[in-house]
């Protein structure tokens, strides 16, 4: 059973920051990319970023200069420095992971998802 758990979520004013942070657990021969994805309300689920397991990154516009991806390959987990927060980043944020087993193949997996509120 793999579990993505989402952690760092929550209330920030406007120009503040957060990081958030997705551990995956579980039985699985490696990580493949793993990522971020939001949703606010309304609005369809969007990609904010992502991270191969070699370390190349991809941005949304919207959030290119302002967050940041990373990840830990012996903690597999991946996490996403937010800075210069906007209103418009409010969405429940979501950790996405393609997930390799042996013999299997690959697979892809949600967190349960975190919310965060910028106010203005």
């Known amino acids: 059973q793999v579990q993505l758990v989402e952690s760092g979520g929550g209330l920030v004013q406007a120009g503040g920051s957060l990081r958030l942070s997705c551990a995956a657990s579980g039985s699985f021969s490696s990580i493949n990319a793993m990522g971020w994805y939001r949703q606010a309300a309304g609005k369809q689920r969007e990609l904010v970023a992502r991270?191969?397991?070699?370390?190349?990154?991809n941005y949304a516009d919207s959030v290119m200069g302002r967050f940041t991806v990373s990840r830990d390959n012996a903690k597999n987990t991946v996490f996403l420095e937010m800075n210069s927060l906007k209103p418009e980043d409010t969405a429940v944020y979501y950790c996405?992971?393609?997930?390799?087993?042996?013999?299997?193949?690959?697979?892809?997996?949600w967190g349960q998802g975190t919310q965060v509120t910028v106010s203005s």
């Open positions: 991270i191969t397991s070699g370390g190349s990154t």
């Open positions: 996405n992971a393609d997930i390799e087993f042996r013999r299997l193949g690959e697979y892809n997996y």
